[in-house]
Each structure stands twice: as C-alpha cells, then as structure tokens.
C-alpha cells in the first residue's frame, strides 16, 4: 500500500529528526540544518545566525558532495574574524536589513565575491579556490 509520502517528505522527516536531537544552541542547530540541507538538495549551505552582540554573526557551511567547498568556506570566515564567527556585514547584513531569508540559487562564484566585503574579496583573490566544484552551486 502506498502511504502517500514522496521523498521530499522522508528528507524533511530526516532533517526534523536531526533538528530534534541536536544540541540546543545556535552553533549546533546551524550545523545540523545546513548538513542535512546539503545532503537533502546538493549544494554549497552556508547559514548565519546573529549573536547576542548584533555586531558579528554564527556562520555554518556545509557541503555534502563537496566538502571542500564548506571548507573553503569556513577557512574564509575564520580568516576574517574567528572560527564559525563574522562580522555582521554583507550578505548577512542584507538578510537582516530586508527581514527575510536570501537565497542565491545557481549563483556563479565570482558573483558571490563581489558581494562581498573588500577583506572578503581580497581573500577569495589571495586564495583562489583551486579544485572546488561550483557546479551545483
């Protein structure tokens, strides 16, 4: 007998067990929703979250099929600040300025650096991502 749910429905399932059983803080529920949302639609996740100080921001990447890509990521942010922490600027300074989430769907990698900082551009120059795969980006 068929129950009537699509695949769809078991990933969200799965990502809300996942959710459920993560520890309670801001760090580990970024971590979790961007991993399971990486592996539920292939791609670069990268989430943030504003802190207490409203001045920097949580960030979270994930990439299942590509995890150097998540890497890149988080080298990039630790670079710029600290491990898993940025300053509250650029992309995450739009989300909160237009009160809704942002998504970029397919968006070209050197479209991404141009939206951001002038320290992050400079970083992305300095550290060309040499063998990331952007294709499902």
């Known amino acids: 007998?068929?129950?009537?749910?699509?695949?769809?429905?078991?990933?969200l399932a799965d990502m809300s067990g996942a959710l459920a059983n993560a520890p309670s803080d801001v760090e580990a529920i970024l971590i979790t929703a961007t991993?399971?949302?990486?592996?539920?639609?292939?791609?670069?996740?990268v989430a943030v979250?504003?802190?207490?100080d409203p001045?920097?921001?949580?960030?979270?990447?994930?990439d299942h099929a590509h995890p150097e890509m998540a890497d890149y990521v988080d080298t990039y942010v630790a670079?710029?600040?600290?491990?898993?922490r940025a300053p509250t600027i650029g992309?995450?300074?739009?989300?909160?300025?237009?009160?809704?989430?942002i998504l970029y769907p397919r968006l070209p990698f050197d479209d991404l650096v141009g939206m951001l900082s002038p320290e992050g551009q400079a970083f992305c120059r300095s550290n060309p991502r040499s063998s990331c795969a952007l294709s499902a980006c």
């Open 35 to 45: 991993s399971s949302l990486s592996r539920i639609k292939p791609a670069t996740w």
């Open 55 to 62: 001045a920097t921001s949580s960030v979270a990447a994930a």
């Open 91 to 101: 992309l995450s300074q739009n989300v909160i300025e237009s009160g809704s989430p």
């Open 1 to 11: 007998m068929h129950s009537g749910r699509g695949a769809g429905d078991a990933a």
């Open 79 to 84: 670079a710029l600040y600290t491990p898993r």
């Open 49 to 52: 979250a504003m802190n207490a």
